[in-house]
């Protein structure tokens, strides 16, 4: 969304146009859910924490000052909000396995978004549910940098605004936890798994 649609929108909410923020909404909705998603690993809660985060955002939209971007502050917004929400999953609220209480994959009513051909799609879902399932073994603090980057295609010097940290550290988080990554899936097999279900 062009940075001058996206204030005009925030001045009109500002001037009194509350429905305005219908559009922002819109326009936002699924780019925050899809980073919830790969976050939390569990799309009930992800759209759940989603919709806390506009509700958040609504209710403090006015106190945002000219000079602040509004993808960052949003972005913030989401990310206390999925940290409180991980709070309270800790003390016992919630799943953070990404299975449901009947046994089944969560990811499976995900949408795939990859216009691929079938062959291609069946391998990319595959790869794509062991790789959720790897991201949710390495902390919090490091998931989220490589979400941001690898799923949400920021920048780190964007990343560490939302953070509200170094760019360094940003780094520092972001091949600390590939790291992770890896040594999660060399751990548990999954390239093996792969390439049975890509046979």
């Not at 913030?76 to 709070?87: G, M, S, T, Y």
């Amino acid at each position: 969304m062009p940075d001058n649609a996206e204030s005009e929108l925030i001045a009109r909410f500002k001037a009194g146009d509350l429905f305005v923020f219908n559009l922002i909404t819109r326009m936002w909705y699924e780019k925050i859910l899809s980073f919830l998603y790969r976050f939390l690993a569990d799309i009930d809660e992800s759209e759940d924490v989603c919709q806390k985060t506009f509700i958040t955002a609504y209710s403090r939209l006015n106190q945002l000052n000219e000079n602040d971007k509004f993808a960052p502050w949003l972005y913030r917004i989401a990310h206390n909000c999925a940290l409180d929400h991980i709070r309270d999953r800790k003390n016992g609220f919630g799943s953070k396995t990404g299975l449901r209480t009947d046994g089944t994959d969560e990811t499976a009513d995900f949408p795939e978004t990859d216009p691929v051909d079938l062959e291609g799609r069946i391998d990319g879902i595959a790869l794509r549910r062991l790789c959720e399932r790897a991201l949710t073994s390495i902390p919090d603090e490091q998931r989220v940098v490589i979400v941001m980057k690898l799923y949400q295609d920021l920048k780190f010097t964007e990343i560490a605004e939302i953070l509200s940290i170094p760019v360094n550290t940003v780094k520092t988080r972001m091949y600390t936890g590939l790291r992770g990554l890896k040594e999660s899936l060399n751990k548990n097999r999954f390239i093996e798994e792969i390439l049975r279900n890509a046979m």
